[in-house]
């Protein structure tokens, strides 16, 4: 019974309930109107308590190549899209590349690796995203992506901030577990490929989950 998911919808309402959802935010936000071809700049913080939790380069670097495919119709799989569907495949006009600086403009890996006593965090919260409570800071989100890599407790894949959500925008971001970041062919899991990621970020950038205000007929 107990199903991994994506919890996106859960974190808007715990935003809610903890008055930081903005009610007013626009229909028109900066990162989701746009038009041609943009990069990324990626930070991934990963935060471990453990040497398992702390994952290894390669599988971060898979990520982001998994991101590029998917966000520029190049994935091997694409064939398997349904029939129906495929006169809608398009190209996004989105790339995605680890940063190269940090906030000061030294260079950097786009990798910050923190230790954290924190065994694991709550699974639609943003205990992971303070360093008050076991996290790390936001860096610049006007400058970059941040991606939370963590051991995320209960039933929860990732979550992610839709644009405009909340006001304070060191909340701005995506979060996944640790256990479904890039891809591991040596796991087990059905989340191992980097997809997890894929459709936390399409979160971040408007996506809403299919269906979400409901469907009154077959179509």
Same mark, same amino acid.
């Given at each position: 019974?107990q /199903?991994? =998911?994506?919890?996106?919808d859960e974190y808007r ?6 008055g ?5 935010k626009?229909e /028109?936000?900066? =990162?989701h109107?746009y *038009?041609g071809?943009y990069? %990324?700049?990626?930070v991934v @913080?990963?935060?471990?308590?453990n040497?398992d939790?702390? %994952?290894? &380069?390669n599988r %971060?670097? $898979?990520? /982001?190549?998994i991101?590029?495919e ?6 091997l799989?694409?064939?398997n899209?349904?029939e129906e569907f ?10 995605f590349c +680890?940063a190269?600086t #940090?906030?000061v403009?030294n260079l950097? $890996?786009?990798?910050?690796r923190?230790?954290?006593?924190m065994e694991?965090?709550?699974?639609? !919260? #943003?205990n ?7 996290g790390?800071?936001a860096?610049?989100?006007? =400058?970059?992506l941040?991606i939370?890599v963590c #051991?995320l407790? *209960?039933n929860? +894949?990732g979550f992610?901030?839709?644009?405009g &959500?909340v &006001? #304070?925008t060191?909340? &701005?971001g995506?979060? %996944?577990?640790?256990?479904?970041f *890039?891809?591991?062919?040596? $796991?087990? $899991?059905?989340y191992n490929?980097? =997809?997890t990621g !894929? @459709?936390?970020? *399409?979160h971040?950038f408007?996506l809403? @989950?299919?269906f979400?205000?409901?469907c009154?007929?077959w179509?």
């Amino acid at each position: 019974g107990q /199903i991994q =998911r994506c919890s996106t919808d859960e974190y808007r309402q715990s935003l809610k309930q903890r008055g930081l959802y903005n009610y007013n935010k626009k229909e /028109i936000v900066k =990162r989701h109107s746009y *038009g041609g071809n943009y990069t %990324i700049p990626v930070v991934v @913080h990963v935060l471990y308590n453990n040497e398992d939790q702390n %994952i290894s &380069d390669n599988r %971060i670097y $898979s990520q /982001i190549e998994i991101l590029n495919e998917d966000y520029n119709a190049s994935n091997l799989d694409l064939n398997n899209v349904p029939e129906e569907f495929q006169p809608f495949i398009g190209n996004v006009g989105l790339s995605f590349c +680890l940063a190269s600086t #940090d906030p000061v403009g030294n260079l950097f $890996s786009g990798i910050n690796r923190v230790y954290t006593e924190m065994e694991s965090f709550q699974g639609f !919260t #943003d205990n992971m995203k303070k360093s008050s409570e076991g996290g790390v800071d936001a860096w610049d989100t006007q =400058r970059y992506l941040n991606i939370w890599v963590c #051991d995320l407790n *209960g039933n929860t +894949l990732g979550f992610a901030t839709m644009p405009g &959500d909340v &006001d #304070d925008t060191t909340l &701005d971001g995506v979060v %996944i577990d640790y256990e479904y970041f *890039g891809v591991d062919m040596s $796991s087990s $899991s059905p989340y191992n490929l980097g =997809r997890t990621g !894929t @459709h936390e970020v *399409g979160h971040y950038f408007n996506l809403e @989950h299919t269906f979400y205000a409901g469907c009154s007929d077959w179509d």
